[in-house]
């Protein structure tokens, strides 16, 4: 089990993780993150799990782990943003995955919209960005998956899931994987707090294979074929359809097949 003991020996943040919560096994750490008093979840709280029972992804969808093998973790964060800057949250939160995993395992990673993290096409890590408002202030709990140490995946999933030990060959050290994200994701936090959410976008796009390729897009029960062509400053992805005509969508009204 990951211990808040050896978290605090490895993190160098200024407040990411100031408060940590460890369980062997939750339901979900998004859920436990939600259920917190607002006293008892400082900005920067940090909630890890060896196991979910009920983890969450897009849409509905569940998230499966293997127990003790894996990143399964939450942050909760009260980001100073305009409205704006919260919608490129998920880009942000890509790009500190991704530059963590390549710091500790040269891994060469692939951003895919709207915000999973790609090795050779098969999804290694993705995340759930949810908002709560409390006494007139904004929450944002990030819960954050990541396939560090599995190496096997059910049926459902097997041909589109992947891990970093598959591909390093080589167990990764799961603290030292997080404490690395929890870096880099408190330097995207401040990017977006002090410059232009176009920076991150412009940064994601050249850290994504997908713009310019063709992908199938399932939106109202019904999937389409349609070309990845940009992504628009409100983090919507920009389409074009077969007869030209381009529009946007946005990821909570679409998914995207592999």
């Known amino acids: 089990?990951?211990?808040?003991?050896?978290?605090?020996?490895?993190?160098?943040?200024?407040?990411?993780?100031?408060?940590?919560?460890?369980?062997?096994?939750?339901?979900?750490?998004?859920?436990?993150?939600?259920?917190?008093?607002?006293?008892?979840?400082?900005?920067?709280?940090?909630?890890?799990a060896d196991e979910q029972t009920a983890g969450k992804g897009r849409q509905g969808r569940r998230w499966s782990s293997q127990k003790g093998m894996n990143l399964l973790f939450s942050v909760i964060t009260r980001p100073l943003f305009v409205q704006e800057k919260i919608?490129?949250?998920?880009?942000?939160?890509?790009?500190?995955?991704?530059?963590?995993?390549?710091?500790?395992?040269?891994?060469?990673?692939?951003?895919?919209?709207?915000?999973?993290?790609?090795?050779?096409?098969?999804?290694?890590?993705?995340?759930?960005?949810?908002?709560?408002?409390?006494?007139d202030a904004m929450n944002v709990i990030l819960g954050i998956g990541v396939?560090?140490?599995?190496?096997?995946?059910a049926d459902d999933?097997?041909?589109?899931?992947?891990?970093?030990?598959?591909?390093?060959?080589?167990?990764?050290?799961?603290?030292q994987l997080l404490c690395a994200i929890l870096e880099e994701l408190e330097h995207r936090f401040e990017q977006l707090r002090h410059f232009s959410p176009q920076i991150v976008l412009d940064e994601w796009k050249r850290r994504t294979t997908m713009l310019g390729a063709e992908i199938t897009l399932v939106e109202h029960q019904s999937s389409i074929?349609?070309?990845?062509?940009?992504?628009?400053?409100?983090?919507?992805?920009?389409?074009?359809?077969l007869n030209g005509r381009r529009r946007e969508v946005f990821a909570g009204d679409v998914s995207i097949l592999q």
């Open 225 to 241: 074929r349609v070309r990845a062509k940009d992504v628009a400053p409100s983090g919507a992805l920009i389409i074009e359809e």
């Open 1 to 48: 089990m990951i211990s808040e003991h050896d978290i605090r020996r490895s993190l160098h943040t200024k407040f990411f993780g100031g408060t940590i919560y460890t369980f062997d096994s939750i339901d979900s750490t998004n859920t436990f993150a939600r259920s917190l008093k607002e006293n008892d979840r400082p900005d920067g709280t940090l909630i890890v």
């Open 147 to 153: 396939n560090v140490n599995q190496t096997e995946f």
């Open 87 to 135: 919608r490129v949250l998920p880009f942000g939160a890509s790009l500190a995955v991704a530059d963590a995993i390549e710091q500790k395992t040269k891994i060469k990673v692939d951003c895919k919209w709207p915000n999973d993290v790609l090795i050779d096409g098969g999804k290694v890590a993705g995340m759930l960005i949810e908002t709560t408002t409390q006494d």
């Open 157 to 175: 999933i097997k041909t589109k899931a992947t891990s970093l030990k598959l591909h390093s060959r080589q167990e990764i050290d799961r603290v």
